[in-house]
């Protein structure tokens, strides 16, 4: 299908409102939400029907002629199989009439991009890591979303309601004016909504084509760098040399002793067992809900901080250098794995990646993973061979310079912007060119270990001894790079 593109002058941006509805309204909700896992499980059997066939048949000795066919998965194809199937299959004829249309489609087009999204990782043309063949969505751990692309759909006038195909006038929990007076205005039209069951409430994102201009920052001549941590959640330097600190509001932390309390209370009723049938007492259900509600709390209070955080830094400066770290990795380190998650490392560079290009006229630069801010001294250039995690304070060797680890790295990250600006392709800039590092390290850990066997029939094997890489001693740069 054509991708939408808006208009020039134009962009795509969602607003976001929390739904109160009623009793009806939320059993609504929930119908139509089941009927889109419904349409996607279908789908998913439907096609991987005519697969199963086929490799059935070809144990058999069947011809690759005489094959069954494969059945296609655009969706088209899954729109009219499904209103074909639908009359007749006794899993939707007796109620598929009670909910929109658009519920139906909504399961078909994430079955259509999951067969996509499959077939495209196979064939390696898709980054990250491999996807295999779509599963089916259980009933009691699917997401509850459903989206609304025809029909009424609209911001009531009165700024406290929104009207949605089937499901009527639902009563929102915060106003709707932000959408309501550009719609008014003429400077937005609605596209399509979303509803979503998220955190113990109901939300519907409304995806409008919005006419926005960029928004000049305070200071557009200053580059900043962003040095991302456990302890103090961000140091900032500037390229004017001051350095500013964001603390860690630890979240996560302050609510562990409600969180245990409440996991106590709900470990002593009597919960779900799947293995014998076991339906949850009610009070299971009441205490369930209340450690719930102290997990979106804190949910709630880390997306809000984060959320001032970042249109903070990208309304400030000019440029923003941050690193391209490896969260998923840094997850894996079982001591820091709580605090690296509750910081939201990976938030951040998202909120800030979409926050400069369509609110603001700032450029982002995106530091290599591999290169050496903490080891590099931001006075004369010289790179540590080994600077461990525990020491916090840097202090360079050939300088004597003497500061925090944190703040050293984030000055580094803040020439950066220099360097990017001229070309060198140390970050990875949408406009600069990728060229060798000019710091002089490629990898943060240089030595490798041995393997403890030789594969035959592969190229490479043990590391011999005179091949295995070792840590040098701290090398002076050639033209360190300095601020502005």
């Known amino acids: 299908m054509k991708k939408f593109r808006p208009q020039p002058g134009f962009m795509v941006q969602a607003f976001r409102f929390a739904l109160d509805p009623n009793a009806a309204q939320e059993a609504a909700l929930r119908s139509h939400c089941g009927a889109a896992r419904a349409a996607y499980n279908w789908a998913v059997a ?92 259980s009933k009691r751990k699917a997401r509850l979303s459903c989206r609304f692309t025809t029909g009424t759909i609209r911001a ?36 399509s909504a979303t509803v979503r069951h998220e955190r113990g409430r109901w939300f519907v994102s409304f995806q409008a084509e919005v ?46 002793k409600q969180l245990r309390r409440a996991s106590r209370t709900v470990s002593r009723r009597r919960g779900p067992d799947r293995r014998t049938g076991q339906k949850p007492s009610r009070r299971w259900e009441k205490a369930n ?19 001032k955080l970042t249109t ?15 969260v998923a990795g840094m997850l894996r380190n079982r001591r820091l794995a709580r605090r690296i998650a509750d910081a939201g490392f990976g938030e951040i560079r998202r909120q800030l990646t979409y926050k400069t290009r369509q609110r603001h006229a700032t450029r982002i630069v995106m530091a290599d993973r591999w290169y050496p ?43 950066l912007a220099a360097a990017a600006a001229t070309g060198t392709g140390v970050a990875g800039d949408q406009d600069t060119p990728q060229v060798s590092k000019p710091r002089g390290a490629d990898r943060k850990t240089c030595a490798t270990r041995p393997r403890r066997k030789a594969e035959t029939g592969r190229a490479g094997g043990a590391t011999l001894p ?19």
């Open 46 to 137: 439907w096609v991987e029907a005519s697969w199963w066939q086929r490799r059935a048949e070809e144990s058999y000795g069947i011809a690759e002629e005489a094959l069954t066919e494969w059945r296609p998965w655009s969706l088209p194809s899954l729109r009219k199989a499904f209103n074909e199937a639908k009359h007749t299959d006794p899993r939707f004829a007796g109620w598929w009439e009670e909910n929109s249309k658009e519920t139906y489609s909504t399961g078909l087009a994430n079955a259509s991009a999951a067969f996509d999204n499959y077939a495209k990782s196979k064939r390696g043309q898709r980054k990250g890591k491999r996807v295999g063949m779509p599963r089916f969505k």
């Open 156 to 191: 009531d006038a009165d700024g406290r309601h929104v009207t949605l195909p089937r499901l009527g006038t639902i009563r929102t929990h915060e106003p709707t004016v932000k959408l309501l007076q550009r719609v008014q205005d003429g400077t937005a039209r609605i596209l």
């Open 211 to 256: 006419e926005r201009d960029l928004e000049r920052v305070a200071r557009p001549d200053v580059a900043v760098g962003i040095d991302l941590g456990i302890k103090t959640l961000a140091v900032m330097a500037d390229s004017t040399g001051e350095i500013r600190t964001a603390p860690n509001p630890n979240h996560y932390d302050a609510a562990r």
């Open 289 to 307: 809900a209340r450690r719930n509600k102290v997990h979106h709390r804190v949910a709630n209070l880390r997306e809000d901080a984060l959320h």
């Open 312 to 326: 903070a830094v990208a309304a400030e400066y000019g440029t923003i250098v941050v690193e391209d770290l490896n």
């Open 373 to 415: 801010s903490s080891k590099t001294c931001s006075g004369c250039g010289v790179v540590k061979a080994k600077l461990p995690l525990h020491v916090r304070t840097y202090e360079c060797d050939a300088c004597h310079l003497v500061i925090d680890r944190d703040a050293n790295a984030a000055l580094n990250l803040a020439a």
């Open 466 to 484: 005179h091949q295995r890489q070792t840590e040098t001693r701290d090398r002076p740069q050639a033209e360190p790079l300095t601020l502005w």
